[in-house]
């Protein structure tokens, strides 16, 4: 299988845009002056290991993405990650069926469940959330995340964040707020996904990142600063340039698709390994024969034809696995059948990024 009723028709999708893309939007969350809660959190782990599941554009309600669920589950994962993006829109109902795990008693599909890491769980903002406007991602999917106290979820109080620990800073961003413009016309007018001035006040005065930081730099964010094959949003790699003069690891969605690129930069820039994991759980893109910025070098994308019964022409689904142990990182790129398709390590040594291996 690939689809269920959540995607299957176009008219569906353009009924539900249009009736909850018309309005104001849900006001950007920040965290509060003076709360001890400022968005920074302490990686926590066992055994010497912080392990990490990410996963973009997973909420989706397919077969797939359930799949991709269990996986992650086995994965044992002390924090999840989601890069954003609940279809069609975000609505109340699509965030409780495909991202809650709430039935809806007018569909016979099973709902599906994000799966909470042992220490927290995180969700990025995505353009589908704001075609409703952001307000079941704030107000329904925020709420049912962070980090885990007492054995609950304790909320993710913003759309930004940042993990870390002596080694890493895993730093999460909001890339979709301003992803929308003016209904329809943001689909020929693309806004730019810059980062909210609030935002950078966060970076500058609490993240605070220094050149002599020796820890190694991890962004995550929904839309593409570079790519191979679609759009690019470079805005918001120009306004962290101030922060990251050294080569990061960037993990993103979007794209429906999985690439490994090799270090690239926009002009005026932070420069970046870029990771598209965009393949959760929509049907994935297939590389085209012909890529649209052949200066961007992917090192490895899976080109494998997904077999399904609707005779569509895709790739496989899958996500990311993320191990972390002192200054070194490891991740593995898993498919929907648990095949690692490939991995690679890093070493952060005095805040500079170095391969140690890959493996295809």
Not at 65 to 77: G, H, T, W
Request: net charge neutral.
């Amino acid at each position: 299988m690939v689809t269920t009723p959540a995607i299957t028709c176009l008219t569906d999708w353009i009924w539900e845009y249009l009736f909850h893309r018309i309005g104001r939007r849900h006001p950007f969350q920040v965290y509060a002056n003076g709360n001890p809660d400022q968005g920074v959190y302490k990686l926590e782990g066992d055994n010497g290991e912080t392990r990490i599941a990410l996963a973009g554009d997973w909420a989706t309600g397919t077969d797939e993405a359930e799949s991709v669920s269990k996986l992650m589950i086995s994965f044992k994962p002390h924090y999840s990650i989601h890069l954003g993006d609940v279809y069609y829109v975000g609505s109340p109902h699509e965030v409780d069926e495909n991202f809650l795990g709430i039935k809806n008693p007018r569909n016979s599909y099973e709902p599906c469940l994000w799966p909470n890491g042992s220490y927290g769980s995180f969700a990025l903002n995505g353009n589908h959330e704001m075609y409703a406007r952001g307000f079941a991602y704030f107000d329904r999917i925020l709420p049912a995340l962070g980090l885990m106290l007492h054995g609950k979820p304790s909320g993710q109080k913003a759309s930004f964040f940042c993990l870390e620990n002596e080694y890493w800073r895993i730093i999460g961003l909001d890339t979709a707020y301003d992803s929308i413009g003016w209904p329809l016309l943001e689909y020929f007018v693309r806004p730019a996904c810059a980062l909210r001035p609030e935002q950078i006040t966060w970076l500058r005065e609490i993240v605070r990142p220094r050149d002599d930081d020796p820890r190694g730099i991890i962004l995550l964010s929904h839309h593409q600063c570079y790519s191979r094959y679609d759009n690019w949003y470079p805005q918001q790699a120009k306004q962290l340039a101030e922060f990251f003069p050294r080569p990061v690891l960037w993990f993103w969605g979007h794209e429906h698709r999985m690439a490994i690129y090799e270090e690239y930069g926009v002009r005026g820039g932070v420069r970046a390994f870029g990771r598209c994991i965009g393949h959760g759980g929509m049907p994935v893109d297939l590389p085209p024969a012909k890529p649209k910025h052949a200066q961007c070098i992917v090192e490895f994308t899976d080109r494998r034809h997904y077999a399904n019964d609707e005779n569509l022409t895709i790739g496989f689904n899958g996500f990311a696995k993320m191990s972390l142990r002192d200054n070194r990182t490891t991740i593995q790129y898993v498919d929907v059948h648990g095949a690692t398709i490939f991995s690679e390590s890093w070493l952060c040594e005095d805040g500079k990024l170095r391969r140690l291996k890959k493996a295809q």
